[in-house]
Structure formats: C-alpha cells, structure tokens
C-alpha cells in the first residue's frame, strides 16, 4: 500500500494516469504530453509500475501501458472502508 501512496503523490504519475485512463500509450507517446526528458518519464513509469498501478505489455519492439484498475478498485475499497463505521481500512 505504500507504494502506491507513494506513486500517487506526485502530479505527473496522476497525469500519466489520467492519460492511460483513456487509452493505452508508449512510453514516447506518454513523454510528448510532458516537458521533460524521456529517462524521467520512464522512471515516473518505473514508479507505477512497482505500485501496480500500470501494467506494461511487449508489443513487437514497443512497450505499451495500461492502467490496472485492479489496484485502483481495491484502493478504493480501502478509502471507503475509512468512511464506514467498523469497516476495516487495514488495508490487509
């Protein structure tokens, strides 16, 4: 659950979402909606990708994500616990 705390606090890997949530992307075609350089990009994805937050699948010689909103259901459910009495936001 830390991690992915930690891959949503920065805005550009919520931007990166956001993108994904509308369709799958390159890891290039990501960096062209942002003004930095591409290692950056990649490490930004890099950080989703050990949340779990973005899959990445191998087509031919490009990488292509997605966002898995598994994860993101499952936060959701976490986020929703806290909000009921006696629910358990353990996150276990």
């Not at 973005?54 to 909000?83: C, H, P, W």
Request: aromatic share 4%; proline share 3%.
């Amino acid at each position: 659950m830390n991690d992915i705390w930690r891959a949503l606090s920065d805005p550009t890997r919520r931007q990166i979402l956001t993108l994904l949530r509308r369709e799958n992307l390159t890891a290039g075609q990501i960096a062209d909606h942002f003004d930095m350089t591409k290692p950056s990009i990649s490490h930004h994805l890099n950080v989703l990708k050990q949340a779990g937050l973005v899959d990445a699948e191998k087509q031919g010689q490009r990488i292509v994500y997605s966002i898995n909103t598994t994860i993101l259901q499952d936060l959701m459910g976490f986020l929703a616990g806290l909000t009921r009495p006696g629910g358990d936001s353990t996150g276990a």
